[in-house]
């Protein structure tokens, strides 16, 4: 009978960490984000959806003699933060039209709800940032919390994902390196091949 107790204790042991470590990582979230919503980028959905631009230039400015290129689109697949089956990964960047958008994806493998929570657009205009190799650092035009849920608190069900992202204005060519500090996750080492 004893061994029951011991074994639901640490049932409600493990699930308390847990709820500790999703309520630190919707700090994180909630701390750091980057800017307004006037640029359009697509909507992020709650079960793996990706939205976003796919043609556009790669140059700075637009060109009366010879047509804009495409735009591009960079697989990147790097983990940001992992712990306790929560993680936050930089998925991929996709540079149209002079801007860079970086989209991301917060996923929920554990087997209680992740409270995270995006912060007003006050805040978020000055939570995240990417430093480029010269030195200079870009805020977002836009994000996916500026867009969809300034302010708002809400949580990450059990093995699902959270598509989000945010559009620097910046362009960006293949061997761009840079690195993105997203809001208080560990700043991330990019480049894009």
């Given at each position: 009978?004893?061994?029951?107790?011991?074994?639901?204790?640490?049932?409600?042991?493990?699930?308390?960490?847990?709820a500790?470590?999703?309520?630190?990582?919707?700090?994180?979230l909630?701390?750091?984000?980057?800017?307004?919503?006037?640029?359009?980028?697509?909507?992020?959905?709650?079960?793996?959806?990706?939205?976003g631009?796919?043609?556009?230039?790669?140059e700075?400015?637009?060109?009366?003699?010879?047509?804009?290129?495409?735009?591009?689109?960079?697989?990147?697949?790097?983990?940001?933060?992992?712990?306790?089956?929560?993680?936050?990964?930089?998925?991929?960047?996709?540079s149209?039209d002079g801007?860079?958008?970086?989209?991301?994806?917060?996923?929920?493998?554990?087997?209680?709800?992740?409270?995270?929570?995006?912060?007003t657009?006050e805040?978020?205009?000055?939570?995240?940032?990417?430093?480029?190799?010269?030195?200079?650092?870009?805020?977002p035009?836009?994000?996916?919390c500026?867009?969809?849920?300034?302010?708002?608190?809400?949580?990450i069900?059990?093995?699902?994902?959270?598509?989000?992202?945010?559009?620097?204005?910046?362009?960006?060519?293949?061997?761009t390196?840079?690195?993105?500090?997203?809001?208080?996750?560990?700043?991330?080492?990019?480049?894009?091949?």
């Amino acid at each position: 009978m004893q061994k029951r107790y011991v074994g639901l204790l640490a049932v409600v042991v493990a699930t308390a960490c847990l709820a500790v470590v999703g309520t630190l990582g919707g700090w994180y979230l909630a701390d750091r984000g980057a800017s307004d919503s006037t640029s359009s980028g697509g909507d992020a959905a709650t079960t793996g959806a990706t939205g976003g631009p796919s043609t556009g230039s790669a140059e700075t400015g637009p060109s009366p003699t010879k047509e804009q290129p495409a735009g591009r689109t960079y697989r990147l697949d790097q983990l940001m933060y992992s712990q306790s089956g929560l993680t936050v990964t930089l998925v991929s960047a996709e540079s149209t039209d002079g801007r860079l958008r970086l989209n991301l994806a917060y996923r929920n493998g554990t087997s209680v709800a992740w409270p995270v929570s995006c912060p007003t657009v006050e805040v978020d205009r000055t939570s995240s940032e990417i430093v480029l190799s010269d030195g200079r650092s870009v805020r977002p035009e836009s994000t996916w919390c500026t867009t969809t849920r300034p302010g708002e608190s809400f949580s990450i069900a059990p093995g699902q994902r959270v598509d989000s992202w945010a559009v620097f204005p910046v362009a960006a060519e293949t061997g761009t390196s840079f690195e993105l500090a997203w809001y208080d996750f560990p700043t991330l080492d990019v480049r894009l091949r």
